[in-house]
């Protein structure tokens, strides 16, 4: 009897101190994992940090040697200066991409839309070619099809137009929209538009109802990943566009550095202000783009 309550009183303490143990460990690999977290964060963030500090200091100081690396005065009117600028408009340049930008994604999702469901709802001979097809078109650069690219857009008479940069920008980035699209269409189960075809849904509407919202977190990353690639997009804008009216934004940042000025307060200033759209995109859209990037990935 005595055994039994010797064994019934010492075991419990036994159970804390095996927690404690366990505990020790787990708080340490979480303080490992956080302080790397941050270490991995500062070194990305690490460039962004110094263009702001040289966007904020004025031009005598970006002219000293050897150079400070905090501004001894912060210049905080750089960042309003640029929008009266004429030489490169900033201003305009920030709205024209703003728009080959948008009107981009847009084309790019009204095509790959119907062209991801159809791929993923019917099985058609030819089907994994076609799909093939569209993914080699991803292995190749704009810059190494610039010769084609420009005397296609002579052909058409689209040179130095928008309409020209829209078509180039959607048609690089469709592929992408098709394989995101029709993997996550492939994850949505038939059985929910077959239900809405009993109800008397068509084709068409079944997919607006049912399977777009559904889809919604595939739509989203297609349209972010579409919308950066059109706004960072710099060579064939280069190549294609001449007036000023018609400059986009990442053509106008390097005029700030030419052989007559140098004026890299304006030039890193700018390159902040381009980073906002997207920031303010992916903030809106940040809870559906995580779900979308992994669609497929569950059978």
Same mark, same amino acid.
């Given at each position: 009897?005595?055994?039994?309550?010797?064994?019934? +009183?010492?075991?419990? /303490?036994? =159970?804390?101190?095996?927690?404690?143990?366990?505990? &020790?460990?787990? &708080?340490?690999?979480?303080?490992?994992?956080?302080?790397?977290?941050? $270490?991995?964060?500062?070194?990305?963030?690490? #460039?962004?940090?110094?263009? %702001?500090?040289?966007?904020?200091?004025?031009?005598?100081?970006?002219?000293?040697?050897?150079?400070?690396?905090?501004?001894?005065?912060?210049?905080? /009117?750089?960042?309003?200066?640029?929008?009266?600028?004429?030489?490169? #408009? =900033?201003?305009?340049?920030?709205?024209?991409?703003?728009?080959?930008?948008?009107?981009?994604? $847009?084309?790019?999702?009204?095509?790959? %839309? #119907?062209?991801?469901?159809? +791929?993923?709802?019917?099985?058609?001979?030819?089907?994994?070619?076609?799909?093939? $097809?569209?993914? =080699?078109?991803?292995?190749?650069?704009?810059?190494?099809?610039?010769?084609?690219?420009?005397?296609?857009?002579?052909?058409?008479?689209?040179?130095? !137009?928008?309409?020209?940069?829209?078509?180039?920008?959607?048609?690089?980035?469709?592929?992408?929209?098709?394989?995101?699209?029709?993997?996550? @269409?492939?994850?949505?189960?038939?059985?929910?538009?077959?239900?809405?075809?009993?109800?008397?849904?068509? &084709?068409?509407?079944?997919?607006?109802?049912? !399977?777009?919202?559904?889809?919604?977190?595939?739509?989203?990353?297609?349209?972010?990943?579409?919308?950066?690639?059109?706004?960072?997009?710099?060579?064939?804008?280069?190549?294609?566009?001449?007036?000023?009216?018609?400059?986009?934004?990442?053509?106008?940042?390097?005029?700030?550095?030419?052989?007559? *000025?140098?004026?890299? *307060?304006?030039?890193?200033?700018?390159?902040?202000?381009?980073?906002?759209?997207?920031? =303010?995109?992916?903030? @809106?859209?940040? &809870?559906?783009?995580? /779900?979308?990037?992994?669609?497929?990935?569950?059978?």
């Amino acid at each position: 009897m005595s055994a039994v309550t010797a064994r019934s +009183t010492t075991a419990p /303490s036994a =159970v804390p101190s095996a927690t404690v143990r366990r505990r &020790r460990p787990l &708080r340490l690999r979480t303080a490992v994992l956080t302080a790397v977290g941050w $270490l991995v964060a500062l070194f990305f963030l690490a #460039p962004y940090l110094q263009m %702001l500090l040289t966007a904020l200091k004025p031009t005598p100081e970006l002219m000293k040697s050897p150079p400070s690396y905090l501004p001894s005065h912060w210049q905080w /009117s750089n960042f309003a200066d640029v929008w009266s600028l004429k030489d490169p #408009p =900033v201003s305009d340049a920030l709205l024209f991409s703003l728009y080959v930008a948008g009107m981009s994604t $847009l084309l790019a999702l009204a095509v790959g %839309l #119907p062209a991801a469901y159809y +791929t993923a709802r019917h099985k058609f001979r030819g089907r994994g070619a076609f799909l093939l $097809l569209v993914l =080699v078109t991803q292995m190749f650069a704009p810059t190494a099809l610039l010769v084609g690219i420009y005397r296609e857009m002579v052909s058409l008479d689209l040179t130095d !137009t928008a309409e020209g940069l829209i078509l180039v920008n959607a048609a690089f980035n469709l592929p992408f929209c098709i394989w995101i699209l029709n993997a996550y @269409f492939a994850s949505i189960p038939k059985e929910l538009e077959e239900a809405a075809f009993m109800d008397g849904a068509g &084709r068409l509407g079944a997919m607006v109802r049912i !399977t777009l919202p559904l889809a919604l977190p595939g739509v989203v990353t297609a349209l972010v990943y579409t919308f950066i690639g059109a706004w960072n997009e710099y060579v064939v804008a280069l190549t294609i566009t001449s007036s000023g009216d018609r400059t986009t934004l990442t053509k106008a940042i390097p005029g700030f550095v030419t052989a007559y *000025q140098e004026q890299w *307060q304006y030039l890193f200033a700018t390159s902040l202000i381009a980073i906002v759209p997207v920031v =303010v995109l992916f903030v @809106f859209v940040e &809870r559906y783009l995580i /779900s979308g990037l992994t669609a497929g990935g569950i059978k």
